[in-house]
């Protein structure tokens, strides 16, 4: 019964914290989101580091615009991130991407992931 209370617990306020991170996510108001302000600060922080999206990595060099816009026209990262399919914790970098950075990244792919 412990367990089970502690689970709801932690899914509420899971549920909470996304609430509150979406209201946070100011590019999601702006009327375009911009790769090198918003994009590549969150690629460059979460996913071209070492052991990941860099040179020789099979799954893309994401420190190139050209390797992760072949991935957004594809169809590849917007799937990838809806489906949370990413690994974690094989990095020193952050575990996941948050809420706000997936909708930000989703917003520039819908808009045609240009390199602005």
Request: aromatic share 10%; charged share 20%.
């Amino acid at each position: 019964m412990r367990h089970l209370m502690v689970l709801v617990s932690t899914l509420l306020l899971g549920c909470q914290n996304i609430k509150e991170e979406m209201s946070d996510c100011p590019t999601l108001s702006l009327p375009k989101v911009s790769y090198s302000i918003h994009i590549y600060p969150i690629v460059n922080k979460t996913c071209a580091i070492p052991q990941c999206h860099t040179d020789n990595f099979e799954y893309g060099n994401f420190n190139r615009f050209e390797e992760i816009k072949k991935k957004a026209d594809s169809g590849k990262l917007v799937f990838m991130l809806e489906t949370h399919q990413m690994s974690h914790g094989f990095t020193d970098g952050p575990f996941y991407l948050t809420i706000c950075e997936i909708e930000t990244i989703m917003k520039w792919v819908q808009e045609g992931a240009n390199n602005n």
